[in-house]
C-alpha cells in the first residue's frame, strides 16, 4: 500500500517526528513496508488505511441500489454516500505511495521480488480464484475450463471490477525502485515538477476535454498512442502520498483542513446529481477526477494534520493498527463476503449489507491472521 530533505528547520523535524509514534509488538509482525521514519510507525497512515478500506467496502455495497430507480429518497442518500466515498481509491494509492517511497528496502530488486510482490500477488491469486469461482458457482454455470482461462488470462484482464486497484498497485511496485533512486536523489522541487507535468497531461487536461463545448474539447485530448500517460491516471497519486508524506506541517490547525474537505464533498454530492439530471457534464466520481483527487489530497493531508493534535491511547492505537494491517485482506475478501450477504442471505438493505461484510470480513481476516503460515499465504501478514 517513505532522507529527509525538508526538515531543514526544528519545526519540520519537530513536525516529521511527531507525526510517528513507537508500536508495540502484537501477536503478528508488522509488514516492513509499514515502518516508516527511524523504525517507527506513521499513526496516520493507520488511520487512513482504515478510512479508505471500509470506504471502498460501502462504495461497492452501494453498487446495486445505484441501478434502481433514479431521484427517489434512497436514490438521493445513496448518491451522497457515493460522494463522501469516492476519494477512497486515490487515498489508498496515496498511501501505497508514502509507504512504499519511504521504505529503504524499495531500492533492492531481489526484496521486490522476495519479498514484497509474493506477499501482494500469492493472496491475491488465491483470492481471485476463490471469487471467480464462488462467483461462477452460485449463478449455476462453473466450468473449470472457463475458470483456468480466466485465471491464465489476468495479466491483463482484472477477475472481477473490485479487483482492478490491484493492476496499477502492481505496476507501480514493478517500478518501485526506480522510482526510489529517483525520489533519494532528487529534490522535493523535482518530485513537484514531475507532479506538475502529472497533473496538467493526466488531470487537468482531460478534465478541461470533459467540460468544455465539443468543438474545443479536441484542444485538450491526447493520442492514445504518444501520451504521459503513466500507469494510467493513478500514477501520480504514488507519487503525491509519498510527497505529503514528506512534507513538514506548519501549522496545526485543521478547522480549515476539514472545512474544505466538507465542502468539496457537498460540491461532488450536488454536481454528481445534477450530472444524473443532464444538467451539468463534470467527472467528480472516479480516481481520474480532478475533483476526486483534491478531495483525496485533502483528506490525507487533514488527517495527517489531525493524528497530530490528537494522541490516542495505547488501546486504540493496538486497535487501528490491527485493522490496518488486516486492510488488505479485508479488501481481499469483501467480494466474496458480499456476494454471499447480498445473493445467497437475501440482505438488501444496502447498509446492513455494508455492516456486515464488515464485521464478517474483519472477523474472517483476524481469525485467519492467528494462523501462522496460513496469514502470509492469505493476507500476506508475516
Known amino acids: 500500500m517513505k532522507e529527509n530533505k525538508i526538515s531543514q528547520t526544528e519545526k519540520g523535524a519537530l513536525s516529521e517526528a511527531s507525526l510517528t509514534t513507537a508500536i508495540p509488538k502484537h501477536r503478528f509482525r508488522t509488514n516492513t513496508d509499514e515502518k516508516v521514519v527511524s523504525g517507527s510507525r506513521s499513526v496516520y497512515i493507520d488511520y487512513l488505511k482504515v478510512l479508505a478500506s471500509f470506504g471502498v467496502i460501502l462504495s461497492h455495497s452501494l453498487a446495486t441500489p445505484l441501478t434502481e430507480a433514479m431521484f427517489t429518497t434512497k436514490w438521493y442518500v445513496v448518491n451522497v454516500l457515493l460522494g463522501m466515498v469516492t476519494p477512497c481509491v486515490g487515498i489508498f494509492f496515496m498511501i501505497s505511495g508514502a509507504m512504499v517511497l519511504s521504505s529503504h528496502n524499495s531500492r533492492s530488486i531481489k526484496y521486490l521480488f522476495t519479498r514484497r510482490l509474493p506477499r501482494i500477488g500469492i493472496p491475491f491469486l488465491i483470492w481471485a480464484g476463490l471469487t471467480m469461482a464462488v462467483f461462477s458457482e452460485v449463478g449455476h454455470n462453473f466450468n473449470f475450463n472457463v475458470w483456468l482461462e480466466n485465471m491464465l488470462s489476468m495479466y491483463y484482464q ?139 489530497v485533502s483528506i490525507f493531508w487533514a488527517i495527517k494534520k489531525w493524528s497530530i493534535n490528537h494522541p490516542i491511547s495505547l488501546r486504540v492505537q493496538q486497535f487501528t493498527t490491527t485493522l490496518s494491517n488486516l486492510s488488505y485482506g479485508i479488501y481481499l475478501t469483501h467480494g466474496i463476503v458480499m456476494m454471499f450477504v447480498d445473493t445467497i442471505w437475501g440482505v438488501k438493505n444496502f447498509f446492513l449489507v455494508f455492516l456486515i461484510t464488515s464485521l464478517f470480513c474483519v472477523i474472517l481476516t483476524y481469525t485467519m491472521s492467528k494462523i501462522p503460515k496460513i496469514r502470509y499465504i492469505l493476507l500476506g501478514i508475516n
Open 158 to 296: 482484472y477477475p472481477t471490477v473490485a479487483f482492478w486497484f490491484m493492476y496499477p498497485l502492481f505496476g507501480f511496485y514493478i517500478l518501485s525502485p526506480l522510482m526510489k533512486v529517483f525520489v533519494d536523489n532528487s529534490s522535493l522541487k523535482m518530485v513537484d515538477y514531475i507532479l506538475g507535468i502529472w497533473f496538467v497531461t493526466n488531470m487537468l487536461f482531460p478534465f478541461i476535454a470533459v467540460v468544455v463545448p465539443k468543438q474545443y474539447a479536441g484542444f485538450f485530448s491526447y493520442l492514445p498512442a504518444y501520451n504521459m500517460i503513466f500507469l494510467g491516471q493513478v500514477f501520480g497519486y504514488f507519487l503525491l502520498g509519498y510527497r505529503l508524506h514528506k512534507a513538514p506541517i506548519k501549522y496545526k490547525s485543521t478547522s480549515l483542513n476539514f472545512t474544505v474537505i466538507a465542502v468539496i464533498a457537498i460540491f461532488t454530492i450536488l454536481i454528481n446529481i445534477l450530472n444524473n439530471k443532464h444538467i451539468t457534464n463534470i467527472p467528480v466520481v472516479g480516481s481520474d477526477s480532478l475533483v476526486v483527487m483534491f478531495f483525496a
